[in-house]
């Protein structure tokens, strides 16, 4: 026991247990049942470091990750989605940690949608080796948009003066307090198209060979159910998660749920806590603001879907 704790190298720490374990032919080891982690990825896909506002991004999820693919007799992990979308950067930074992994570990990736995996929520799906929806699951929606409002109009009933001074041509560009440009306007859309390209180059490089309708079709950021997604090349199979994992590796594979811990900080605030106990016994305000906020920016981007 004493070699063992002396030996930092934890590769070395597994193997030798393992083949102590294998020796004394501990119970269950030597046929362990199959493990699959579950990785839920639902709302909104943004950079949330405030108070704890619900969501999806790369900082919280590098532990939940790492979690998932280090799992004893992994045989898969499976991505349950559920998302209309969001930060194109974030969605990037977690594919590409998502694909770093899995080629890092050599552990197939299956992707389920569930409501909706669209935009950013399917840019995330494409990290998969496979991709599983529902008939009705919305699915696509490989474009970009941007949205604001203009209240240049709404200050001038007010009485109230707008002051800007900027050092740069293009720094007050798209002010929603000024009318707009359209010198702003056609840099925005170059921006745009930028990332359009950065989305429709991950997606013929995920799914190479499965997409067969053509381009101009797909990707206009238009959406579609689960059924006409399969048609179109967009996802490789209709299933829910439970049903087509158990059909894969048998009927006594077990799921490990991975899911974010929280500090204890935050559990005694009740920061960032979706449980209805933590905003009724806390009565954290800024808590609820943030919930709120959360949930109109959700409901806005589910509403597009019909959802």
Request: aromatic share 8%; hydrophobic share 40%.
């Amino acid at each position: 026991m004493s070699m063992l704790a002396a030996t930092p190298d934890k590769a070395y720490f597994n193997v030798m247990l393992k083949k102590y374990l294998e020796k004394w032919r501990i119970p269950g080891f030597r046929n362990p049942k199959p493990n699959v982690a579950v990785v839920r990825l639902s709302g909104v896909i943004a950079d949330r470091s405030g108070l704890g506002r619900s969501g999806i991004s790369a900082a919280n999820l590098v532990t939940v990750l790492e979690s998932a693919f280090d799992v004893p007799h992994l045989k898969a992990v499976a991505l349950s989605i559920n998302s209309p979308g969001g930060s194109p950067v974030q969605s990037s930074l977690i594919g590409k940690r998502i694909r770093a992994l899995a080629k890092e570990k050599e552990v197939p990736v299956i992707a389920f949608a569930e409501d909706v995996a669209a935009s950013g929520g399917y840019w995330l799906a494409c990290a998969a080796d496979e991709i599983y929806a529902d008939e009705s699951s919305i699915i696509g929606s490989i474009g970009v948009i941007s949205a604001g409002f203009g209240f240049q109009d709404a200050i001038k009933k007010l009485g109230v003066e707008r002051r800007v001074h900027a050092a740069g041509d293009m720094k007050s560009a798209l002010d929603p307090f000024l009318k707009e440009k359209s010198e702003d306007i056609d840099r925005l859309k170059e921006l745009q198209e930028d990332v359009h390209n950065t989305f429709i180059n991950m997606v013929r490089e995920r799914r190479k060979g499965k997409l067969t309708a053509k381009e101009k079709e797909l990707f206009t950021g238009a959406f579609w159910t689960g059924k006409r997604a399969l048609e179109l090349g967009l996802v490789d199979g209709l299933g829910e998660l439970t049903e087509v994992i158990q059909e894969r590796f048998g009927d006594k594979v077990r799921f490990c749920p991975i899911e974010q811990r929280q500090s204890w900080f935050k559990q005694k605030l009740g920061i960032g806590s979706h449980s209805k106990v933590g905003l009724q016994t806390q009565g954290n305000f800024a808590n609820c603001v943030e919930e709120v906020l959360s949930v109109i920016e959700e409901k806005s981007l589910r509403g597009k879907f019909g959802l």
